[in-house]
């Protein structure tokens, strides 16, 4: 009876593990297209480099081999992680604070390397049937935001849009329930763009203060119920409102004019802005100038930098490094990352500027 | 009983012989897997404790948008009895309807197929749930939200504020908690049902009671306390139960009692899902403390509900 | 009718009563139905309404008050079933109408990994960390679990220690499946950094979730296993840790592999335990020890929260396959309990 029982229980655990075997021996066909060998590198941080890092990485995959992690994990554990040497990369989009730099300073040996690669306009998006456009100046962003206006026939729109067909329906806000970079320069935006009608200080967490909206986490979750909803209205990184096609986007008031998000607008506004404060010469950080003025200017946007040491006691590690970051920054980089996750490309002064710095990374000390 | 209780006696009489060697380390191995048992609840206490305890008492930043633990629980703790309340008050009636139907009321050969069905929407898996809820049952459910909001919203359950535009409130959460955990509450209580004496069923059915009557008067009362631990069992699933609320609810910080509103804060469990993602170490912590505090709570709810439970297997017992 | 009968029983409705106003009931709220354009749920709902008043009302008439509130709460029972089981019908008809036409070959056998946009992608990854996590679990969870089964039915007896373990594994069942998540997070984070993230660390949450589902199961079949069986083999001179293997583990083994099967088809589809400690890759990493690694239940997960069509597409080809992989699992289950169904007539 009991090598009989044994036998029963035997034959199906074999079929099973032939299943397994089989179903494993099948092989992904995916990774079988990546190339073989180069060393791994690992890093991570800011979940709106995502699809630009998803772009990045498959394209120097195929052409130099070797693996490249980027977990998204968001900017706070990217930097994190980088300062303990986790990562040999990192991406944030806020440059680093003092005690940050002084962290991630003694971990490298040297002053940390710190890039623009991704520069983003935030999209303001709403869902009304048959309106694809709209005007409204940052006071009235604000407003909407904070639950003063309520409704979509609100005369401090219509004002600002003669001639659009406004419903009388009730607008619902989408916000970010988690902490996020496009959170923090949106509210940043809006306290220095909206004359104090946003009294909440900048923060990657969305103020309590601000009543009435829906939080949804990611910035795909902030889509879907920007789509899903009729009378919605968020802030999402333009290229998915520009993937979804679906949805009305707002043009906000810059200077006299009205202008719609758009990836020159964006690349304008860094480019004029001055650089934050108290930075060593490896870091390219900027204090975006939210109350640019200039025709076609977009300054509702998101600079996400890469971080870097300028020396790895691995030659591998700083050459794959050195590599990547190149690549990443230059115009080639750029213009695959634009079609894919349309962000906007970094101008040529940036580009330049950037690769000189990356040219500094070397093994050994 | 009376198989476990003869080999001890032979044990214990028998002279040390080396078979007995190969006993004692079989009895020291079992021992040792009983024990891990205690050792992991511990475990998950201690561990939970230890990472988790700087998020009891940190800066005041780690709390944004509010300054405190105190404060940043509390609206998760309001939305998470909320929402076990929804789904508990919906699941309770339905279930003991079911457990009913298929302990006294199916015709016996559709009884076991039926019972197989509700076992089958206890298979399905959260993650199934939730992208239902999200993608069907919130904007199916939205019409009849703003209906409650319209005609009740004098209620602080449905009101003030506008009602949900899309279905994605923690009233559409609280249905999906209600059928996730109706099958749970039903098999307890059916098990109940089943074990009622049939003498006291038939003298009820003799002494010329309609089938109502006989269950109001002889099953009901027998499986009480069998009742309550189920309901209390179920309660203690919908507190912790993570995707299909973190996959339905559009969230807000702001504390609200409404539950068909535009938004909610997220309940405990689902808090944490939706967070450990982006979260910094100190944030890490903080979930990993929200965590501890449902921990005991859902420990303090299956506590009580299988002393309940027991309590009511001795009394019948005896 | 005659009146020797009217004396013995009271008057009853006819058997085919409930069928006639049943139909009457749903002529009625058809008419509104057909002349405001409701759907047929709304229908139907109007319908049971209106038989939940006729029926009792026609019964109170001719058999009295106690059968009229008999009748509703018949009522009440049938519709709190019919109501329970739409909801299972409607999600396994949405999973299999919308899962079906994102599944095809290469769905099955491609990853994540280098898909941009809308290229198609697959769930390869995520099945086999699954079936990886999954297994891993199982090592854990069944030998603990069968051992402390053997220890309350064997060992512990009455004691007041097997008593406690009895009860602190019924608590254990009540843990909330993403505070196993969080314990394992915090042990591995404890003892590997802040950033360490593995399918093993999924494995043992998912064994703290299965193994009270294999103590229970698996002590109520030894519990199954005759005393005769036991005592014959002592009287025989045989030890008793080789009784309990030879004889009651093999006597037994069937219902312990059932519930084994039906544990497993449990964890499966857990999401939230995994999400937090295993987390999410786009390719295939094979290494439970290292690196973060994609399930299909965490598939599914971040393939809904993508909002987009493709997305959403790929999600509810998962959600089928995850199904279709539990309902397996069960039927198997079903399948070797009625193989290994304790033989009546030894």
């Known amino acids: 009876m009991n090598t009989s029982t044994l036998r029963r229980i035997a034959l199906p655990a074999v079929a099973a593990l032939t299943v397994g075997l089989t179903l494993t021996a099948c092989g992904d066909k995916n990774s079988a297209s990546g190339g073989g060998g180069g060393t791994t590198l690992s890093g991570g941080g800011a979940t709106s480099q995502a699809n630009a890092q998803q772009t990045w990485r498959a394209n120097y995959q195929k052409q130099n081999g070797g693996t490249i992690n980027y977990e998204e994990v968001g900017s706070g554990t990217g930097v994190e992680n980088f300062s303990s040497g986790a990562y040999s990369f990192a991406g944030t989009d806020a440059y680093l604070d003092s005690d940050q730099m002084s962290a991630a300073k003694s971990q490298c040996g040297a002053d940390p390397i710190e890039v623009p690669a991704y520069v983003s306009p935030i999209a303001v998006a709403f869902n009304l049937s048959g309106v694809k456009s709209l005007n409204m100046d940052s006071k009235t962003i604000a407003d909407i935001f904070a639950g003063k206006i309520t409704k979509w026939n609100d005369p401090e729109i219509a004002s600002q849009n003669s001639g659009a067909k406004l419903p009388d329906t009730a607008i619902s806000t989408v916000h970010r329930s988690d902490e996020s970079g496009t959170t923090f320069n949106f509210t940043d935006y809006l306290s220095k763009a909206s004359n104090g009608a946003w009294s909440a200080d900048p923060n990657t967490v969305w103020p309590s203060s601000a009543k009435g909206g829906q939080g949804a986490d990611g910035t795909s979750g902030v889509m879907g119920i920007l789509t899903d909803t009729p009378g919605a209205i968020g802030y999402a990184d333009d290229s998915a409102v520009k993937a979804d096609g679906t949805l009305g986007v707002v043009s906000l008031k810059v200077g006299s004019s009205y202008n719609p998000p758009t990836a020159e607008g964006a690349a304008n506004v860094l480019a004029a802005s001055p650089p934050a404060p108290d930075q060593p010469p490896t870091s390219m950080a900027t204090d975006i100038d939210r109350t640019a003025t200039a025709p076609g200017d977009y300054p509702l946007m998101l600079v996400s930098y890469l971080l870097a040491c300028q020396t790895y006691s691995d030659s591998g590690t700083a050459d794959t490094v050195k590599g990547y970051l190149t690549y990443v920054v230059s115009s080639d980089g750029q213009q695959a990352a634009a079609k894919t996750a349309g962000s906007a490309p970094l101008d040529s002064k940036l580009s330049d500027k950037a690769t000189s710095i990356i040219s500094k990374i070397s093994s050994g000390s | 009983m009376t198989a476990t209780a003869s080999p001890e006696r032979t044990e214990s009489t028998g002279k040390p012989r080396p078979s007995q060697r190969g006993d004692r380390a079989f009895a020291a191995i079992v021992r040792v897997a009983a024990f891990m048992i205690l050792a992991a609840l511990v475990a998950v206490f201690v561990f939970l404790a230890i990472e988790g305890w700087s998020g009891f008492t940190d800066v005041p930043e780690t709390y944004a948008p509010f300054t405190s633990f105190l404060t940043y629980i509390e609206p998760l703790v309001v939305s998470t009895i909320l929402a076990s309340a929804i789904a508990v008050i919906v699941a309770v009636p339905f279930s003991i309807g079911i457990a009913l139907f298929i302990s006294h009321y199916a015709p016996r050969r559709l009884s076991a197929v039926l019972a197989y069905l509700v076992d089958l929407l206890a298979a399905v898996p959260s993650v199934v749930f939730g992208l239902w809820g999200g993608r069907y049952l919130a904007a199916y459910l939205q019409p009849m939200q703003v209906w409650l909001h319209d005609h009740f919203g004098f209620l602080p359950f449905f009101g003030p504020g506008p009602p949900t535009p899309n279905g994605r409130s923690l009233f559409t959460a609280g249905i999906v908690l209600a059928i996730m955990i109706l099958p749970i509450i039903t098999a307890i209580t059916r098990e109940v049902f089943v074990q009622t004496p049939r003498l006291h069923e038939e003298a009820a059915l003799a002494l010329g009671a309609t089938r109502w009557e006989m269950v109001r008067y002889a099953v009901l009362p027998y499986a009480r306390s069998g009742m309550v631990s189920a309901i209390m069992l179920g309660l203690g699933r919908a507190l912790g139960e993570t995707m299909a609320v973190a996959m339905v609810l559009a969230t807000t910080p702001e504390t609200t009692l409404n539950v068909i509103g535009v938004a909610s804060p997220p309940t405990i469990a689902a808090n944490i899902a939706l967070n450990y993602k982006e979260a910094t170490p100190q944030r890490q912590s903080l979930l990993i403390a929200t965590g501890l505090v449902l921990f005991v709570a859902t420990f303090l709810v299956n506590y009580v509900a299988r002393w309940v439970a027991g309590r009511n297997a001795r009394k019948m017992a005896r | ?346």
């Open chain 3, 1 to 346: 009718m005659s009146g020797a009968a009217m004396q013995i029983a009271s008057p009853r409705l006819p058997r085919w009563a409930p069928g006639l106003v049943g139909v009457m009931a749903l002529a009625v709220a058809g008419l509104p139905a057909i002349l405001s354009g409701w759907g047929v749920v709304a229908w139907l709902l109007a319908a049971l309404l209106v038989f939940a008043v006729a029926m009792p009302l026609w019964s109170r008439l001719v058999e009295g008050r106690r059968a009229a509130v008999d009748r509703l709460v018949t009522t009440l029972v049938w519709a709190s079933f019919v109501f329970a089981v739409s909801p299972l019908i409607w999600v396994l008809w949405v999973v299999v109408s919308q899962g079906l036409p994102a599944i095809n070959v290469d769905f099955l056998t491609t990853s994540m990994l280098n898909v941009i946009g809308d290229e198609q992608g697959g769930i390869y990854h995520a099945l086999l960390g699954t079936l990886l996590v999954t297994l891993a679990a199982t090592i854990i969870s069944v030998p603990i679990g069968i051992l402390t089964a053997i220890y309350l039915v064997e060992y512990g007896a009455r004691s007041r220690a097997a008593r406690t373990i009895t009860f602190l594994v019924d608590v254990m069942t009540g843990i909330p499946s993403i505070v196993a998540g969080l314990f394992a997070l915090s042990l591995f984070v404890l003892i590997f950094g802040p950033a360490y993230r593995s399918g093993f660390g999924g494995a043992v949450a998912l064994s703290l979730l299965m193994i009270p589902t294999v103590v229970r199961s698996s002590e109520e079949m030894f519990r199954l296993v005759p005393s005769d069986l036991r005592e014959a083999s002592y009287a025989l001179g045989v030890p008793k840790w080789r009784t309990i293997l030879r004889v009651v583990l093999p006597t037994s083994i069937g219902g312990v592999v059932t519930g084994v099967v039906l544990a497993i088809s449990r964890v499966i589809g857990e999401t939230a335990p995994l999400l937090v400690v295993a987390g999410a890759t786009d390719g295939v990493n094979t290494n439970l020890f290292d690196g973060r690694m994609t399930t299909l239940p965490v598939f599914i997960f971040s393939q809904y929260s993508s909002s987009t069509p493709i997305g959403y597409e790929r999600a509810w080809g998962g959600a089928l396959v995850l199904i279709v992989l539990v309902m397996v699992l069960n039927l198997i289950a079903r399948i070797i309990g009625r193989i290994f169904a304790p033989a009546k007539g030894h």
